[in-house]
């Protein structure tokens, strides 16, 4: 018996809601056709309103997770998600590097959208060191990418700088995800920096809602799962965008207050 199906791998936290985390990650793979595994590195009980409470899982059980799936199963991609400290960090870093699971998409989870630093201070520079230089795809959003490259990021040309200073910390390509907290913009513009010097920005008209958890999981899964398929980087990212905004600009009312986006529209808009 062969395995026929594409499989992807999310090394993630869970959200008990559903709405991002490693939930996201498994219900971008499963609209674009990819079987999706889940390697849990955290998890939270939360609901639309807050997070109440989070464990972390030890390095160990971690570690052995790795080791299970590799026995058994062809992971053709992979992404990460939330690694939630130091240990954290270096186990998924050094394992990852044991194992043939495909190109890797990392997904930093170091700063929200709005600019809260996620990690302690020694997590960043472990996962800026160690991490990072493992990404086929880094995909940061703006606050992110300002941490990462040190710069203001203010100007079309920063913005472009700042991409080739992550590739020379070594993410092979590379895309920074356009500011969207100002209510009054109109569009959402990425730059994207491939391997082979080649770049090009793709925008989306801004949404406004309040039901926008799970876009950057959502963002990176999708990319993901078209690595696994075989589509070229650059593919993979439009698709993903494209994807995304669908998702986005098509809302759901699940939960009270701050909601997940919309894959069944993000599903039934893009796919081939």
């Keep these: 018996m062969t395995n026929d199906y594409i499989q992807a791998l999310t090394i993630a936290g869970n959200d008990s809601d559903g709405s991002a985390g490693m939930p996201a990650d498994l219900h971008s793979f499963f609209c674009r056709n990819v079987y999706g595994m889940g390697l849990i590195t955290s998890a939270v009980a939360g609901n639309s309103y807050q997070i109440e409470a989070a464990h972390i899982m030890p390095a160990s059980f971690i570690e052995q997770q790795f080791k299970t799936l590799a026995k058994d199963f062809k992971i053709r991609a992979s992404k990460t998600g939330m690694l939630a400290n130091e240990e954290v960090i270096n186990v998924v870093a050094d394992n990852y590097q044991k194992v043939d699971f495909g190109p890797l998409v990392v997904d930093p989870v170091i700063i929200t959208k709005h600019g809260a630093m996620l990690l302690e201070q020694s997590a960043y520079e472990t996962f800026r060191e160690k991490l990072l ?7 940061p959003n ?3 990418a300002q941490k990462l490259t040190e710069l203001p990021l203010a100007t079309p040309a920063e913005i472009a700088q700042g991409a080739k200073i992550l590739q020379k910390l070594g993410a ?10 100002d209510e009054n913009q109109k569009e959402v513009t990425d730059y994207i920096l ?16 309040d039901r926008v958890n799970g876009t950057g999981d959502t963002l990176s899964a999708v990319i993901t799962a078209e690595l696994a398929k075989g589509q ?3 593919t993979a990212i439009k698709t993903a965008k494209k994807f995304v905004h ?6 759901i009312e699940v939960g009270h207050q701050f909601g997940p986006i919309n894959h069944w529209a993000a599903a039934e808009k893009t796919n081939d």
């Design 232 to 234: 070229d980087v650059a």
């Design 246 to 251: 669908a998702a986005i600009a098509n809302p």
């Design 142 to 144: 703006f606050y992110e």
């Design 172 to 181: 092979k390509n590379v895309m920074i995800k356009g500011r969207h907290d």
């Design 194 to 209: 491939l391997e082979n010097g080649d770049s090009f920005t793709l925008t989306e008209s801004y949404v406004h809602t």
């Design 133 to 139: 230089p493992l990404a086929t795809v880094l995909t």
